[in-house]
């Protein structure tokens, strides 16, 4: 009987270890709203993929402040409803701590008042400024600014003596934010849009556009999308006999949309993070060891499949969301949103985050670089 009450009292002591070891270890719950699949499948992939990875590495490292890294991935497929759906249910039935994504403008514009109503941080990887312009108080993103892009952009031209183009853009957030941008900046630019075109993101032939560009005798081509549409209207162009310079937004950062425009994909030029470029960085240079340890990283993890811009936006949210935990001291949401608030001098893949309450996206122009298509790769112009 005595040695019965031993066993009972040891089970009763192992319950108790394990109740409360499980609830010292209780995750943290992060979801993810990603286009893994549908027109802009070339973003949500790898930034899944890229997610996935990192948390791996930080649970197996024992996580964030001794607790694991719970990561709850939803497919959007590339549609703004979808994203509604799965951010309401993040937040209201999964109580995540924060939420990764969505990949593209239009969908994090369509969540952004869900995160404000939910007090949830909200880290996007898509880039339209009107994500963070004007400051919304639980909102971040990581992708460099829309209108950046158009200015590095006019600087080149400026330096190529161009001031007649022709802008083409896809009917998605992402297409008319740009749009939008490039209209507002171009006059104070000396630049003059001379032939303005909008065109379906689904399109699967768009040499109508590209042939009222020609007829308006552009000096160049702004190309302003994201989806594999981009490639079609390089290819269509250079079918038709359009040969000035083409220009395309920082959404070209996915060397699949140079493999699906082939050779007519040469000269393109476009602003972009210097992921694409880390080999040939000065030794100096203070992102070179991430990039490069993070390209290494992501091949080792995704049997050699290269990265691409937009897997580096999921990772710099990640980063940003660990260092405001770390910084906070705390898992309070509050408490970390205003620690990500006031991060400065964090070294991402997109370049170096200087975060202000009245700048939720903390890069600048400095940011970019001046890239070109050249014998199918990448290269610094």
């Known amino acids: 009987m005595k040695g019965r009450k031993w066993v009972v009292l040891a089970v009763l002591l192992a319950v108790f270890l394990s109740g409360a070891f499980a609830q010292a270890a209780e995750p943290i719950k992060i979801g993810a709203i990603l286009a893994i699949t549908g027109g802009a499948s070339n973003l949500g992939a790898p930034e899944a993929r890229t997610l996935e990875m990192l948390v791996a590495e930080t649970n197996a490292k024992g996580g964030v402040m001794g607790r694991p890294i719970q990561l709850i991935v939803k497919d959007s497929a590339t549609d703004a409803g979808k994203a509604f759906s799965f951010a309401k249910q993040l937040i209201d039935e999964e109580k995540v701590f924060a939420i990764i994504g969505p990949s ?12 404000e109503e939910g007090k949830t941080i909200l880290l996007s990887c898509a880039a339209a400024e009107v994500i963070v312009n004007p400051v919304a108080k ?16 006019f600087q080149q031209m400026k330096k190529m003596k161009i001031s007649r183009i022709g802008v083409l853009s896809s009917n998605s957030g992402f297409g008319g934010a740009g ?19 909008v065109y379906d993101a689904k399109a699967s032939d768009l040499t109508a556009e590209v042939t009222k560009l020609k007829a308006a005798n552009v000096q160049a081509l702004v190309n302003w999308s994201i989806e594999p549409a981009q490639s079609i209207v390089i290819k269509n162009a250079r079918q038709i006999g359009l040969t000035v310079p083409i220009f395309q937004s920082h959404g070209f950062g996915n060397i699949k949309y ?22 040939v960085l000065p030794k100096n240079h203070p992102q070179k060891e991430l990039l490069l340890q993070y390209k290494k990283d992501y091949m080792s993890f995704c049997s050699g499949e290269e990265c691409s811009t937009f897997g580096g936006h999921a990772y710099d949210a990640f980063i940003i969301l ?23 001098g964090v070294v991402g893949t997109g370049g170096i985050f200087n975060f202000s309450p009245t700048d939720h996206n903390g890069l600048g122009i400095d940011a970019f670089e001046m890239l070109v298509v050249k014998k199918g790769k990448f290269a610094i112009l």
């Open 138 to 153: 639980y909102v971040f993103k990581t992708p460099q600014k829309d209108s950046d892009a158009i200015l590095k952009i």
């Open 258 to 279: 140079v493999d699906a425009a082939g050779e007519a994909a040469e000269g393109v030029m476009f602003p972009a993070g210097r992921l694409l470029v880390a080999d």
């Open 322 to 344: 660990m260092k405001g935990i770390e910084k906070a001291k705390s898992t309070d949401k509050e408490a970390v949103r205003t620690a990500i608030e006031n991060l400065k």
């Open 104 to 115: 593209t403008s239009g969908e994090t514009m369509k969540i952004k008042s869900v995160a």
């Open 179 to 197: 749009k939008g941008q490039i209209e507002k900046l171009a006059p104070e630019n000396g630049i003059t849009i001379v032939a303005n075109e």
